[in-house]
């Protein structure tokens, strides 16, 4: 009887180490698993940051594109006001002197 009590203690004992070495696993496992939550939420605030620095230059550029046409369109009105003062300037009989 002896030998079958020793057998299963022996049994038992191996048993609970794999329970241990089952238990230390997970418990490794969700150590990882928390860390590469933390990292991931660290990713996705970076992603989500770069995402609304992106939009604001893409309203920046927008803003200035129109404010560029509105100068050239400023400076079309302008050039063609002084084209047409020029001709009014050069219709002027002047006298010679």
């Known amino acids: 009887m002896n030998a079958i009590r020793e057998d299963e203690d022996d049994v038992l004992a191996r048993l609970e180490a794999r329970i241990e070495a089952a238990v230390r696993l997970v418990s490794s496992l969700t150590r990882e698993k928390a860390e590469f939550d933390s ?49 009014q300037v050069e219709q002027m009989e002047l006298p010679e002197s």
């Open 39 to 87: 990292r991931l939420r660290a990713l996705e605030a970076e992603r989500d940051e770069a995402a609304a620095e992106a939009h604001a230059a893409r309203e920046e550029a927008e803003r200035l594109r129109e404010e560029n046409e509105q100068l050239r369109a400023r400076q079309k009105e302008a050039f063609a006001r002084l084209k047409a003062l020029l001709e």
